[in-house]
């Protein structure tokens, strides 16, 4: 089941990105010439900064590259994004993005002190983790059809918590309500950590939060899950639907965690680059390990990566214009 987790989905694209690597190689033979850095803007310890070396530790014992990992946790990731525009574009660094680089690009587009369209050019989306939607057990409904009736029926009787506002669980919550017609009452707090605290303390009803930090409550009776908001059902838990299955197509809140490059990287050093970690997170070994704590191995192309960009911006722009989004 793992090894076919988006294999056939990709299969095309990156026979495409080989042969194009094939016949760049004599341009990137010499590459990489010393060890690559990779900025990340997260604490070291975190979701982003595991899957970060462990893929950087499979295309080590795969392809022989040394890496080193920089954590740059400041600022949604606009001072790490910044670091990695302003380096020298020969592919030793290299830049770990989240959806905040897009939600950062339509929020904050102005007072960026780079071009986020510009200054950085993806490379590959390595991973996703889909968001998980949890209620507390006291909570006036037992499955998602009944939340989305009762909020639809109640306008502010319900609240959910997220790490703060402009989080990516904190927009996506915004986009399912915008669509199922609902008012819930958002409850910001400085971190994750606060906000599953209150949750499980009843303080608020709902949250948007992941597999890995979910799972041993849900299993303990603590939480209740409810839907899936990836595209696709999760084969850790596969009888739970997803939003999208449940009346809402289309509607998808994943953290994927990407790859990108200082803008002018040589193409061939963004497919070497985008070809030695599909190979990574698609060995049976890492692939695996990720799924069992809940995250999806993906593996895009350069222009897979660079189309999803496209949309989250516009998707974000578009919630902003729609009601009162602000973000910290």
């Known amino acids: 089941m793992v090894r076919s987790l988006r294999l056939a989905a990709h299969a095309a694209g990156f026979a495409a990105v080989a042969l194009v690597v094939l016949l760049a190689a004599p341009a990137r033979a010499e590459y990489p010439t010393k060890p690559i850095r990779v900025i990340v803007p997260f604490s070291a310890g975190g979701a982003v900064d595991i899957v970060t070396r462990l893929v950087t530790q499979r295309i080590t014992a795969e392809r022989g590259w040394s890496f080193v990992i920089e954590n740059k946790a400041a600022a949604g990731g606009i001072l790490a994004t910044d670091a990695v525009a302003k380096s020298a574009p020969d592919g030793h660094t290299l830049l770990i993005a989240t959806p905040n680089h897009t939600i950062n690009a339509a929020l904050k587009a ?21 968001e998980l939607l949890v209620a507390h057990p006291a909570a006036p409904f037992t499955d998602f059809a009944g939340f ?123 497919e070497a680059v985008a070809t030695a970690s599909v190979a990574a997170v698609r060995s049976e070994a890492l692939a695996e390990r990720l799924v069992r704590d809940g995250i999806e191995p993906v593996g895009s192309t350069p222009q897979d990566f660079a189309a999803r960009i496209a949309r989250d911006v516009v998707q974000w722009r578009e919630l902003a214009g729609a009601g009162n989004i602000t973000i910290d």
């Open 148 to 270: 989305v009736a009762y909020a639809a029926k109640n306008p502010g009787r319900l609240s959910y918590s997220s790490a703060g506002n402009g989080t990516l669980p904190h927009l996506t919550m915004e986009l399912l309500l915008r669509r199922a017609g609902a008012q819930v009452l958002h409850v910001p707090y400085r971190g994750a950590a606060p906000a599953l605290t209150d949750l499980l303390a009843g303080v608020v009803q709902l949250k948007l939060d992941t597999y890995a930090t979910s799972n041993a409550h849900v299993a303990a009776g603590r939480l209740k899950a409810l839907a899936f908001a990836s595209a696709r059902r999760s084969p850790l838990m596969p009888d739970l639907p997803t939003v999208a299955e449940l009346g809402f197509p289309g509607y998808e809140g994943v953290l994927w965690i990407g790859l990108m490059a200082p803008a002018g990287t040589p193409a061939a050093i963004v």
């Open 110 to 130: 102005g007072q960026l002190p780079y071009d986020w369209e510009r200054d950085v050019v993806p490379v590959s989306v390595v991973a996703e983790v889909p």
